[in-house]
């Protein structure tokens, strides 16, 4: 049986998965992701996470954003992981890295789109600024720790896998946890 922790992000990504799956999962925040921070160093912080959770919890499961960077996201989660797993602690970890394209909004607009009767979304909500498209398009008050939290807790996740092909990624990393998030996938 899994006994799962999470590295992501900030606070909008912490209090989305403190709705969506268990509060007792230990949650810790990155707070160091932006297109001027090197895949290394955020590396080397994930590290530092991971050693905060002292070898209790398995999969260890990241989820960051990829921003700006002139990288895909399964190439960017790929190469994250090996530069974890040069470290020689890291070697019996049960890591699992997930890379949101852009940003976590883009996989809120793939639930939003299939609600959509106004084809005002793109086909693949993949790579867009979605922040700023849901800001322009859908909430022009959008607050990330409250209306970010809301639109996700009230997704389903089989919309978001239809429309972003990072979440798909993200998915099937994390089909085998006990959440009923990703339980509830196919209804």
Same mark, same amino acid.
């Given at each position: ?10 606070? /909008?990504?912490? #209090?989305?998965?403190? !709705? ?8 810790? $925040?990155?707070?160091? *992701?932006? =297109? ?14 991971i050693n905060t959770l002292r070898d209790k919890y398995y999969p260890i499961i990241v989820v960051v954003d990829r921003e700006d960077r002139d990288i895909c996201y399964k ?9 974890? /797993?040069?470290? #020689?602690?890291?070697? !019996? ?8 394209? $852009?940003?976590?909004? *883009?996989? =809120? ?21 979605g922040k700023s498209f849901i800001t322009k398009h859908i909430n022009k008050n959008y607050r990330e720790t409250s209306d970010g939290v809301d639109y996700f807790k009230n ?33």
């Amino acid at each position: 049986m899994s006994n799962p922790a999470f590295i992501i992000e900030g606070f /909008m990504e912490m #209090k989305i998965l403190q !709705n969506i799956c268990q509060k007792s999962i230990p949650i810790r $925040r990155l707070d160091c *992701n932006s =297109i001027y921070v090197t895949i290394e160093k955020m590396a080397e912080k994930i590290i530092g996470k991971i050693n905060t959770l002292r070898d209790k919890y398995y999969p260890i499961i990241v989820v960051v954003d990829r921003e700006d960077r002139d990288i895909c996201y399964k190439a960017m989660a790929e190469k994250l992981y090996d530069y974890i /797993m040069k470290n #020689k602690n890291m070697k !019996n970890q049960d890591i699992r890295i997930a890379v949101a394209d $852009r940003m976590t909004e *883009n996989w =809120i607009l793939a639930d939003l789109k299939c609600k959509d009767t106004s084809n005002l979304f793109p086909q693949q909500t993949d790579g867009i600024d979605g922040k700023s498209f849901i800001t322009k398009h859908i909430n022009k008050n959008y607050r990330e720790t409250s209306d970010g939290v809301d639109y996700f807790k009230n997704a389903k996740a089989q919309n978001i896998f239809q429309h972003s092909d990072s979440f798909k990624y993200f998915f099937e990393q994390v089909k085998d946890l006990d959440c009923d998030f990703f339980k509830n996938q196919n209804n």
